[in-house]
C-alpha cells in the first residue's frame, strides 16, 4: 500500500479560511479531472461544505474517453449532484456553468426580494485537488488572468474573493487534498496526470501504471502510440519498455534507461499526446 503525506501547510491553512468563509457561500463549485473522476474526489468534501448547493464540473472533456465521462455523470447525477462535463476552453461550457450557477441560486435571490432586498451577486467556493483546472475556470469567468495556471501541483497558494462578469463572485482556493493516500490505485491515478508530484512516487511505478491502463481499457492507444502489442491477460512490462525504447533510441550497451522511458510515458500524458482515456472505470 502507498501511504503519502503531501499536505503542505498552505493546504491545511485554506481549509481552516475557506470554513471561516462557509457563511458567505451561496454555491459551491467541485472540480475532478473526467479523466480520473472518482480518484481526483476529494475525501469527506461535505466536511468542508456541508449543505451547500453544488456543482460538479468534470474538466477536461476534451483529453476524456467521452463516452466513459458520460456514464461517470450520470452515475453522480442518480446520487444527487447537479454534475456537468465540461471543456473549460470553450466558452459555451462556461456560459452553462454560469447559468446552473443562477439556477441554484434562484430560491437565494427570491428570498431576498421577498424582504424587498436588491438580488445580489453569487458567492462561489472554488475547489478541488491540485491540476483540475481551477485557475483555468477562475480567468475564463473573470475575463482576464487572475489565477496562474500550471501544469503541476501547488500553483494557487492563497484564498481571495475575485469578480467575474457574470454576477458571480468567486473564492479560489488552492488545491485541496486529503492528508494522507492510503490507495494504491488512486495514488497512481493521481501521479499519472499530474495531481499529486509524480517524484513523490517511484516514477517507473507510476509509468507502469499507465502502460496498465492502456493495456486493460485502450488497447489501441497502446499499440498506436507505441508500437507495443496489447496483451488482454497480462502486459509484459519488460517486453514493453524493451520495445519503446528501441524507438526512442533509450538501449545503451544492449542496457535499457528505464528512467528515459518511463519519463516519456508519464510525459505523453502530462503533454496531452495521449488523449480520450478515463482511468477510473469502476464506480
Known sequence: MTNINWYPGHMAKAKRLMQKEYKHIDVVY???????????????????????????IMTKKDLADEEMALRWVKYYENLGTKTLLVDLNKEEDILKIVSVTHE??????EKREEKGLMKKDVRVLVV???????????????????AEVGNRPGVTKGLVWLNTKHNIILLDTPGILWPKLEQQEVALNLASFSAIKTEILDENEVAV????????????????????MPNPVELDIEL????????????????IDYERVSNKIINDIKGEYIKGVVFDHEF
Open 240 to 255: 514493453a519498455y524493451e520495445v519503446i525504447a528501441k524507438s526512442m533510441g533509450a538501449i545503451r550497451g544492449g542496457e
Open 104 to 109: 441554484l441560486a434562484r430560491e437565494l435571490q
Open 30 to 56: 467541485e472540480l475532478v479531472d473526467s479523466r480520473i473522476p472518482k480518484s481526483s474526489k476529494i475525501a469527506n468534501i461535505y466536511d468542508i461544505i456541508g449543505n451547500k448547493p453544488k456543482i460538479l
Open 209 to 228: 501504471h499507465i502502460l496498465k491502463k492502456l493495456n486493460k481499457y485502450y488497447p489501441d492507444k497502446l499499440r498506436e502510440r507505441y508500437g507495443v
Open 128 to 146: 478541488g485537488i491540485p491540476n483540475v483546472g481551477k485557475s483555468t475556470l477562475i480567468n475564463k469567468m473573470v475575463g482576464r488572468k487572475v
